[in-house]
């Protein structure tokens, strides 16, 4: 799949849409319940709106109630953000990405034994 860089999410718009990709299909309510703590019915809608404006999320309406589901699966979105940051921060070099993360400690001696495992069961 093409890694095209597409709008990125705020702190608000991810807790949300991390929402609607657990329901996967739900009305309002279902996704305020999935985002859970102290957040506001209408803070919920309005953000879910601004998700559809950028593209992230569809609704079918029955009857006045509108039912959302996700346009873009969690994996696409993480691809096409992973692959612009790595376009814009390291040359699209997964090596210069690597090897920015093991310099700053972010990733260990065993997390590299388990990606090396990974790439050569590839």
Request: glycine letters at 8%; proline letters at 2%.
């Amino acid at each position: 799949m093409e890694t095209k860089e597409i709008k990125e999410l705020t702190k608000a718009e991810e807790q949300v849409m991390q929402a609607v990709w657990r329901v996967g299909q739900g009305f309002a309510n279902e996704i305020v319940a999935a985002v859970g703590g102290d957040v506001a019915y209408n803070t919920v809608l309005t953000v879910v709106r601004i998700l559809e404006q950028k593209g992230f999320v569809g609704h079918e309406t029955f009857n006045r109630s509108n039912r959302y589901y996700p346009l873009i699966s969690r994996e696409e979105y993480m691809q096409r953000v992973l692959g612009g940051i790595a376009h814009r921060w390291f040359g699209s070099s997964p090596r210069a990405l690597v090897s920015f993360l093991v310099d700053k400690k972010e990733v260990s001696l065993e997390d590299l034994e388990s990606i090396t495992k990974e790439i050569e069961k590839m």
